[in-house]
C-alpha cells in the first residue's frame, strides 16, 4: 500500500500559519500525483490540495484557494502544504495519499490511495 507520514500540525490562533509535510513510507514518490485531504469530527472529509508528479500541475479545494499553498521535492521525498491565514474551519486531522487521477478536474478530489495517521491542525483563540 501506499501510504504517507503526515507531520507539522499544531495549535495555531486564527490568521496564523502552519506547514505541513508528507513523506512516503518505504517507496519512491516521484511518480504519484499527491493530495492532502482533512477529515473534522461530525464534517465530512474534505479534499485539500493536489499536486502532480513533477509539480506541474496544482488544485484545491474552494474553501482554501488563496490560502493554501501545495509543493513537492522528489529529491528529498516530501510534499508540503504551506497554510495561511487559518480559521476556525480548518481544524481538522489533515491526512495526504496517492492520487489516481489528474489534479486538473474533480476526480482528484474522490479517487486516492489510503491514507496515513495523519497531523492534528487545530485553529482556536
Known amino acids: 500500500q501506499l501510504r504517507f507520514v503526515e507531520s507539522g500540525g499544531g495549535l495555531v490562533q486564527p490568521g496564523g500559519s502552519l506547514t505541513l509535510s508528507c513523506v512516503p513510507s518505504g517507496f519512491a514518490m516521484d511518480y504519484y500525483t499527491i493530495g492532502w485531504f482533512r477529515k473534522a469530527p461530525g464534517k465530512e472529509r474534505g479534499a485539500v490540495s493536489c499536486?502532480?508528479?513533477?509539480?506541474?500541475?496544482?488544485n484545491y479545494g474552494a474553501s482554501v484557494k488563496g490560502r493554501f499553498t501545495i509543493s513537492r521535492d522528489n529529491a528529498k521525498s516530501m510534499v508540503t502544504l504551506q497554510m495561511n491565514n487559518l480559521n476556525t474551519e480548518d481544524t481538522a486531522t489533515y491526512y495526504c495519499a496517492a492520487v489516481f487521477a489528474p489534479c486538473a478536474g474533480t476526480r482528484w478530489e474522490v479517487d486516492f490511495g489510503s491514507w496515513g495517521q495523519g497531523t492534528q491542525v487545530t485553529v482556536s483563540s
Open positions: 499536486i502532480s508528479s513533477y509539480g506541474g500541475d496544482t
